[in-house]
């Protein structure tokens, strides 16, 4: 029975991300615009003199298979994804998209993903304790101040953190992902440079998003605390640190974590606005770029790349909501 | 906190309140206790003047209505009122502990050593996501009782076993555990630490009569094995009558009167008392009404027929399922109205049986037909008109309303649905004319929402509701379960009156046995699925052959504490699952009133 479930769990995990990928495929072609003549144009403004435009044209969708019908590009696709193999960039031919991928990935994980994972932890716990009966009174007050962080987009609160913190006091760099001229290299002064130019956007996401699921956990919290078991908890005798943690923030988690499952996958498409406000290299700023060169099969390389995450984080919480909520073991 | 003792004294002058003599020195003394409410600048009074003693041992009855207070007076014991509650004065102390003067750290300490709570609503009274030993470490854990998980499991163990529990019953998680076991679970987590006062907040109301026996008589005994005082908290006053030795009757938050059960039901002397005492439907009070006429045999279609019908839940190619239901075939007349009830314990098949009749499920083999058309795989214009032919009361009245909602939305809406031409006016009218006729004054009930209004008055709006779209046959589910047992009544005499006064045929699905009797004209009583036994409830219930019915009939706390309440014997060699011979007899019945009921082989 187990074994079956999980066997479910992983078809309907498969199902999703061909879906995914297959309008993935179609989408970019629907825009209008031609990648090739894009390139070839940009192309010709720099590099001047004697193009013969038609030969060239022709040898970029060769070797790029965009001469082909469409269904049998789509076909060819399928199988490259298969193998994980996105073809290359029509922008920055000869570099392949996953070459492009893999420079960009560890920046957005890095920032996006920690920075999702500290608003979560502060947020659900700020705003469970804002209602908490037994917590400190400050908490209750807070609640206007988390509903109009809540309010703010992150962007916005992007630029107001660079005015203040880069350029009026300094503090910290205005953009990038590390100085310009450094190179990247495992050392504890790069590292350095890395967290200080982390603060910024980092802070503006969790700053943002803590509004949000402080609210979300508020709600929850209120719901729990209507229940008898929490009643039940508080007769017998149990210390209001175990009934706030053990009965409350315990059983008000739970749809919390199926959110946070769907966050992950925004975690792409959130990067995109603040690391283009801050400049920083990661899979945001590509997407953003790619969209410009209309650059199909870069974006088609992000875009799998965000399916997966978003499937991936809910094929996880399918499997750990059962361990964490013994009623939906089967 | 501030004691006041004005209120209390003249509350002791009060002829109504009888001290109960006693040779012990009481262990729980309540002085003038009042609880406010501050709510909208108002001040509610939810508990005033309360004042009451209780000995080692002994065990106080509270009984209420909702909103008497007596759960507030319960919660106030407990230093549990929530804001806007407070505790405005009085005084309360528990073998020489003034409740009131501790610290809040102090008393947190008091609940379950000195003061226990066991809990209303045991359904969800354990941390769904924890096994049932956790929420015992919790408790004795916070109580300075650091010893070894395996010495907490040995006394975990033992508890259990006082409350006739396995002990591997530790190791499950509360959804697996059926309501009466949760019961206990609660009852032995109250027990843990031999407090020694014990209040039992209306700690049956959820589950049926013999679990409630069986329940009742387990508190009971661990009571005594660790000499508590208990208060029992209710609203059923038979159950009182079975349980405690003194009764304090409380309504709009002060005691209307006190003193030993015995003497309060000897001669009440408040009037609500007396009402309350009457209220209880018994076998012995039943309502006259027209005997059946002897069955004519007719051409029409029956209204109701089910043929062979069964269902079996949760088949796959993985498990044979469960059998809710056996094979049976019911007919109920269409040439005059019947009320057809279905009596059994939870899981005895009888919700399954009022689904399958309403079309809400599939049966597994057999049909059902209603006026000699199938009722399932309907076009969807029929399916209108069963709905409008079919109509059901469930039975909670709190839930069968959409809260965002004024109630009249309950009536415009079938009627905009079900294809009724009417509108504006017309309607207004009719749905004002449906109230009066459950009783209800539709000027103080119309446009008002839900949660404004009492239980008795949702349920009684439900039958209103059901009734404006005149069906042929009225599912009830438990249709009183819920209400105050002054309501009661009133909700069983407008459901006689569907039949009598409308021609509307029901099936009225129930645990309780008493208002069976008072209300139906058949009676079937199902066991696990199987018919044990059926007729006319003076047969059935008055005179019944079968041991299960007696069991159900003799669980049921009479109101009259001289009349012993089934044993814990009977209780336990109570028939279990019926074999083939225990069932009712396998053949076609037919009865008076024109009712069939046919058991295959």
Same mark, same amino acid.
């Given at each position: 029975?187990?074994?079956?479930?999980?066997?479910?769990?992983?078809?309907?995990?498969?199902?999703?991300?061909?879906?995914?990928?297959?309008?993935?495929?179609?989408?970019?072609?629907l825009?209008?615009?031609?990648?090739?003549?894009?390139?070839?144009?940009a192309?010709?403004?720099?590099?001047?003199?004697?193009?013969?435009?038609?030969?060239?044209?022709?040898?970029y969708r060769?070797?790029?298979?965009?001469?082909?019908?469409?269904?049998?590009?789509?076909?060819?696709?399928?199988?490259?994804?298969?193998? +994980?193999?996105?073809?290359?960039?029509?922008?920055?031919?000869?570099?392949?998209?996953?070459?492009?991928?893999?420079?960009?990935?560890?920046?957005?994980?890095g920032?996006?993903?920690?920075?999702?994972?500290?608003?979560f932890?502060?947020?659900?716990?700020?705003?469970?304790?804002?209602?908490?009966?037994?917590?400190?009174?400050?908490?209750?007050?807070?609640?206007?101040?988390?509903?109009?962080?809540?309010?703010?987009?992150?962007?916005?609160?992007?630029?107001?953190?660079?005015?203040?913190?880069?350029?009026?006091?300094?503090? +910290?760099?205005?953009g990038?992902?590390?100085?310009?001229?450094?190179?990247?290299?495992?050392t504890?002064?790069?590292?350095?440079?890395?967290?200080?130019?982390?603060?910024?956007?980092?802070?503006?996401?969790?700053l943002?998003?803590?509004?949000?699921?402080?609210?979300?956990?508020?709600?929850?919290?209120?719901?729990?605390?209507?229940?008898?078991?929490?009643?039940?908890?508080?007769?017998?005798?149990?210390?209001?640190?175990?009934?706030?943690?053990?009965?409350?923030?315990?059983?008000?988690?739970?749809?919390?974590?199926?959110t946070?499952?769907?966050?992950?996958?925004?975690?792409?498409?959130?990067?995109?606005?603040?690391?283009?406000?801050?400049?920083?290299?990661?899979?945001?700023?590509?997407?953003?770029?790619?969209?410009?060169?209309?650059?199909? +099969?870069?974006?088609?390389?992000?875009?799998?790349v965000?399916?997966?995450?978003?499937?991936?984080?809910?094929?996880?919480?399918?499997?750990?909501?059962?361990?964490?909520?013994?009623?939906?073991?089967? | 906190?501030? /004691?006041?003792?004005?209120? $209390?004294?003249?509350? !002791?002058? !009060?002829?109504?309140?009888?001290?109960?003599? @006693?040779?012990?020195?009481?262990?729980?003394?309540?002085?003038?206790?009042? #609880?406010?409410?501050?709510?909208?600048?108002?001040?509610?009074?939810?508990?005033r003047?309360?004042?009451?003693?209780?000995?080692?041992?002994?065990? &106080?009855?509270?009984?209420?209505?909702?909103?008497?207070?007596?759960?507030?007076?319960?919660?106030?014991?407990?230093?549990?009122?929530?804001?806007?509650?407070?505790?405005?004065?009085?005084?309360?102390?528990?073998?020489?502990?003034?409740?009131?003067?501790?610290?809040?750290?102090?008393?947190?300490?008091?609940?379950?050593? /000195?003061?226990?709570?066991?809990?209303?609503?045991?359904?969800?009274?354990?941390?769904?996501?924890?096994?049932?030993?956790?929420?015992?470490?919790?408790?004795? %854990?916070?109580?300075?009782?650091?010893? $070894?998980?395996?010495?907490?499991?040995?006394?975990?163990?033992?508890?259990?076993?006082?409350?006739?529990?396995?002990?591997?019953?530790?190791?499950?998680?509360?959804?697996?555990?059926?309501?009466?076991?949760?019961?206990?679970?609660?009852?032995?987590?109250?027990?843990?630490? *031999?407090?020694?006062?014990?209040?039992?907040?209306?700690?049956?109301?959820?589950l049926?009569?013999?679990?409630?026996?069986?329940?009742?008589?387990?508190?009971?005994?661990?009571?005594?094995?660790?000499?508590?005082?208990? =208060?029992? =908290?209710?609203? !059923?006053?038979?159950?009182?009558?079975?349980?405690?030795?003194? &009764?304090?009757?409380?309504?709009?938050?002060?005691?209307?009167?006190?003193?030993s059960?015995?003497r309060?039901?000897?001669?009440?002397e408040?009037?609500?008392?007396?009402?309350? %005492?009457?209220?209880?439907?018994v076998?012995?009070?039943?309502?006259?009404?027209?005997?059946?006429?002897?069955?004519?045999? @007719?051409?029409?279609a029956?209204?109701?027929?089910? *043929?062979?019908?069964?269902?079996?839940?949760?088949?796959?190619?993985?498990?044979?399922?469960?059998?809710?239901?056996?094979?049976? *075939?019911?007919?109920?007349?269409?040439?005059?109205?019947?009320?057809?009830? =279905?009596?059994?314990?939870?899981?005895?098949g009888?919700?399954?049986?009022?689904?399958?009749?309403?079309g809400?499920?599939?049966?597994?083999?057999? /049909?059902?037909?209603?006026?000699?058309?199938p009722?399932?795989?309907?076009?969807?214009?029929?399916?209108? @008109?069963?709905?409008?032919?079919?109509?059901?009361?469930?039975?909670?009245?709190?839930?069968?309303?959409?809260?965002?909602?004024?109630?009249?939305?309950?009536?415009?809406?079938?009627?905009?649905?079900?294809?009724?031409?009417?509108?504006?006016?017309?309607?207004?009218?009719?749905?004002?004319?449906?109230?009066?006729? #459950?009783?209800?004054?539709?000027?103080?009930?119309?446009?008002?929402?839900?949660?404004?209004?009492?239980?008795?008055?949702?349920?009684?709006?439900?039958?209103?509701?059901?009734?404006?779209?005149?069906?042929?046959?009225?599912?009830?589910?438990?249709?009183? $379960?819920?209400?105050?047992? *002054?309501?009661?009544?009133? %909700?069983?005499?407008?459901?006689?009156? &569907?039949? !009598?006064?409308?021609?509307?045929?029901?099936?009225?699905?129930?645990?309780?046995?008493? /208002?069976?009797?008072?209300?139906?004209?058949?009676?079937?009583?199902?066991?696990?699925g199987?018919?044990?036994?059926?007729?006319?409830?003076?047969?059935? =219930?008055?005179?019944?052959?079968?041991?299960?019915?007696?069991?159900? %009939?003799?669980?049921?706390?009479?109101?009259?504490?001289?009349?012993?309440?089934?044993?814990?014997?009977?209780?336990?060699?109570?028939?279990?699952?019926? $074999?083939?011979?225990?069932t009712?007899?396998p053949?076609?019945?037919?009865?008076?009133?024109?009712?069939?009921?046919?058991?295959?082989?």
């Amino acid at each position: 029975m187990r074994f079956l479930n999980l066997f479910r769990l992983v078809s309907m995990f498969l199902l999703v991300v061909f879906a995914a990928t297959t309008l993935n495929f179609f989408l970019p072609r629907l825009i209008g615009t031609d990648p090739v003549a894009e390139r070839i144009s940009a192309i010709a403004e720099t590099g001047g003199g004697n193009v013969d435009i038609e030969a060239m044209s022709q040898a970029y969708r060769e070797r790029l298979g965009l001469g082909d019908t469409l269904w049998s590009q789509y076909l060819s696709y399928l199988g490259d994804i298969a193998r +994980f193999d996105f073809g290359f960039s029509i922008a920055n031919y000869p570099v392949t998209v996953n070459e492009l991928m893999a420079q960009a990935l560890p920046w957005t994980i890095g920032l996006m993903l920690t920075a999702t994972l500290i608003a979560f932890a502060i947020g659900s716990l700020l705003g469970a304790l804002t209602v908490w009966p037994h917590a400190p009174r400050i908490f209750a007050n807070l609640t206007p101040a988390i509903m109009v962080l809540g309010a703010i987009p992150f962007y916005i609160l992007g630029l107001l953190l660079i005015d203040i913190f880069a350029f009026r006091l300094g503090w +910290f760099p205005i953009g990038g992902g590390y100085p310009i001229g450094a190179r990247p290299a495992v050392t504890f002064d790069f590292a350095l440079d890395v967290l200080r130019h982390a603060m910024l956007p980092g802070l503006s996401i969790v700053l943002a998003a803590i509004g949000v699921w402080a609210l979300q956990m508020r709600g929850m919290i209120v719901t729990v605390l209507g229940e008898d078991y929490v009643t039940f908890a508080e007769a017998k005798g149990v210390r209001p640190t175990r009934l706030f943690f053990r009965y409350g923030m315990r059983n008000a988690i739970l749809p919390q974590l199926t959110t946070l499952a769907l966050t992950f996958g925004q975690i792409v498409t959130g990067a995109v606005l603040v690391e283009v406000v801050f400049g920083y290299p990661g899979l945001g700023t590509l997407l953003f770029q790619s969209i410009g060169y209309s650059d199909f +099969f870069v974006i088609q390389g992000v875009v799998f790349v965000l399916v997966l995450t978003v499937a991936i984080s809910m094929l996880i919480m399918d499997i750990v909501l059962p361990i964490l909520d013994p009623r939906l073991r089967g | 906190m501030t /004691t006041v003792t004005s209120m $209390s004294a003249d509350l !002791d002058a !009060d002829p109504a309140i009888d001290r109960v003599p @006693s040779d012990a020195a009481p262990v729980l003394q309540v002085e003038g206790l009042a #609880v406010d409410f501050f709510a909208d600048g108002r001040t509610v009074h939810a508990v005033r003047g309360v004042s009451f003693d209780l000995a080692k041992g002994r065990r &106080l009855g509270v009984v209420g209505e909702s909103g008497s207070g007596k759960t507030t007076t319960a919660l106030a014991l407990m230093r549990m009122i929530k804001a806007p509650g407070r505790i405005v004065s009085g005084r309360a102390t528990v073998g020489g502990t003034d409740l009131f003067a501790l610290s809040d750290a102090e008393m947190r300490m008091e609940r379950m050593r /000195t003061v226990s709570y066991i809990p209303q609503g045991a359904m969800n009274s354990l941390n769904p996501v924890y096994r049932i030993e956790e929420q015992f470490f919790d408790a004795m %854990i916070d109580h300075g009782d650091g010893a $070894s998980r395996s010495d907490l499991r040995l006394r975990v163990a033992e508890a259990l076993a006082s409350v006739d529990l396995p002990s591997d019953v530790m190791r499950l998680y509360p959804h697996e555990l059926s309501g009466g076991m949760k019961q206990r679970v609660c009852i032995a987590i109250g027990i843990i630490l *031999s407090p020694k006062l014990i209040i039992a907040d209306e700690p049956t109301s959820a589950l049926d009569v013999i679990t409630q026996r069986q329940v009742m008589s387990t508190l009971d005994k661990v009571q005594n094995r660790i000499g508590a005082a208990m =208060i029992l =908290i209710g609203h !059923d006053i038979g159950l009182m009558a079975q349980s405690v030795d003194e &009764l304090m009757v409380m309504r709009d938050g002060v005691i209307e009167e006190r003193g030993s059960i015995d003497r309060i039901f000897a001669v009440p002397e408040a009037a609500y008392t007396k009402l309350l %005492i009457d209220s209880v439907p018994v076998f012995d009070r039943k309502p006259a009404r027209a005997k059946a006429q002897a069955a004519a045999t @007719s051409d029409a279609a029956p209204l109701l027929e089910l *043929s062979g019908v069964s269902k079996t839940y949760g088949t796959s190619i993985f498990s044979k399922g469960k059998i809710a239901l056996h094979p049976m *075939s019911l007919r109920m007349p269409s040439d005059r109205p019947s009320i057809v009830a =279905i009596v059994g314990q939870s899981g005895s098949g009888k919700t399954t049986l009022g689904q399958l009749a309403l079309g809400l499920l599939p049966p597994t083999t057999g /049909t059902i037909r209603f006026a000699g058309a199938p009722v399932t795989g309907l076009s969807a214009r029929d399916q209108r @008109s069963f709905r409008r032919d079919v109509q059901a009361i469930f039975q909670d009245p709190y839930s069968s309303f959409n809260p965002f909602y004024k109630v009249d939305h309950a009536f415009t809406v079938p009627l905009k649905e079900l294809g009724f031409g009417i509108s504006g006016q017309a309607r207004s009218e009719l749905i004002a004319e449906a109230c009066a006729q #459950v009783g209800l004054d539709p000027t103080l009930i119309l446009g008002r929402f839900p949660h404004e209004l009492s239980g008795g008055q949702r349920q009684r709006l439900m039958v209103a509701r059901a009734l404006i779209l005149k069906p042929r046959l009225i599912v009830a589910d438990e249709p009183v $379960s819920m209400v105050d047992a *002054s309501q009661r009544a009133s %909700i069983l005499a407008n459901v006689q009156a &569907l039949k !009598d006064n409308y021609s509307i045929s029901v099936i009225y699905i129930t645990h309780d046995l008493a /208002t069976a009797y008072q209300v139906s004209d058949f009676v079937i009583v199902l066991q696990n699925g199987h018919v044990v036994e059926a007729g006319p409830p003076e047969d059935v =219930i008055g005179a019944s052959k079968h041991p299960y019915t007696r069991l159900l %009939i003799n669980s049921i706390p009479w109101p009259d504490p001289n009349r012993p309440w089934a044993s814990a014997d009977e209780l336990d060699n109570g028939p279990a699952a019926p $074999s083939g011979a225990e069932t009712f007899a396998p053949a076609l019945h037919s009865f008076s009133g024109g009712v069939e009921l046919e058991v295959p082989e």
